[in-house]
């Protein structure tokens, strides 16, 4: 099982709409989790952190389930500019924890 | 303004020859790390850094080699030994090695090695 799991897309999606993204980990003892967005062929930015009680930036939302080892990103009223790769990413926790771990990204296309 | 800087952009290099990617940061960070990505793949960690004078390898450190003799400077160096070396390479900081701390990335250096 990969450490850090999401599905690949792509989701294409009209302005204004609503998306999803879902992602999986495997490692209980990671304690910090974050969504990184990817334009292409650009470097990774980071786009939340994502808390334990779930946190909202603007027209973004990111929630943590611990116990199911699940992590999810929502993006309401959806931007052309929202089009990119979302990388999932996870610390290794342990002796490892200054070390993250990257999903292969999930791929968003808005279109008008 | 602060931040990372990747040099060159772009890199071409015959076989068996090595080559050396610079990283530099004015972030004031104590953590640096090295990523590869290759197509519809996740980063992959080569080699870190959690303070001047120390690196670790990471999972993929075969055939890379690194120093960090300054604070702001984290150079990597793909040798010949590196079987398949094209790839997205990502230096990355952050301000310590701890758990809490995002990474900040460099604008990459896409090496083609032919």
């Known amino acids: 099982r990969k450490e850090v799991e999401q599905d690949p897309g792509p989701f294409n999606v009209p302005e204004g709409a609503t998306v999803a993204f879902n992602c999986t980990y495997s490692?209980?003892?990671?304690?910090?989790f974050f969504w990184y967005r990817q334009d292409c062929r650009k470097e990774p930015k980071l786009l939340m952190s994502?808390?334990?009680s779930g946190n909202e930036d603007g027209r973004f939302t990111a929630q943590l389930n611990r116990a199911s080892q699940y992590i999810s990103l929502l993006i309401r009223d959806s931007k052309l500019s929202d089009s990119a790769t979302y990388l999932c990413?996870?610390?290794?926790?342990?002796?490892?924890?200054?070390?993250?771990?990257f999903g292969q990204g999930t791929i968003l296309t808005v279109h008008p | 303004d602060g931040g990372i800087t990747q040099s060159p952009k772009y890199l071409f290099r015959k076989e068996g020859q090595n080559v050396t990617l610079s990283c530099e940061q004015n972030?004031?960070?104590?953590?640096m790390y090295w990523y590869r990505q290759d197509p519809g793949q996740g980063l992959r960690l080569i080699y870190y850094?959690?303070?001047?004078?120390?690196?670790q390898k990471g999972d993929i450190a075969e055939g890379y080699s690194v120093s960090r003799e300054k604070k702001e400077s984290f150079p990597l160096t793909v040798t010949s030994a590196q079987k398949n070396p094209t790839a997205f390479y990502l230096c990355?900081?952050?301000?310590?090695?701890?758990?809490?701390?995002?990474?900040?990335f460099g604008p990459g250096t896409r090496l083609t090695v032919t």
């Open positions: 490692n209980s003892a990671s304690q910090s």
């Open positions: 994502v808390y334990s």
């Open positions: 972030l004031n960070h104590d953590a």
């Open positions: 990355a900081s952050s301000i310590a090695w701890t758990t809490s701390y995002e990474q900040y």
């Open positions: 850094s959690q303070i001047v004078n120390d690196f």
């Open positions: 990413v996870v610390n290794r926790g342990g002796t490892s924890y200054g070390k993250l771990t």
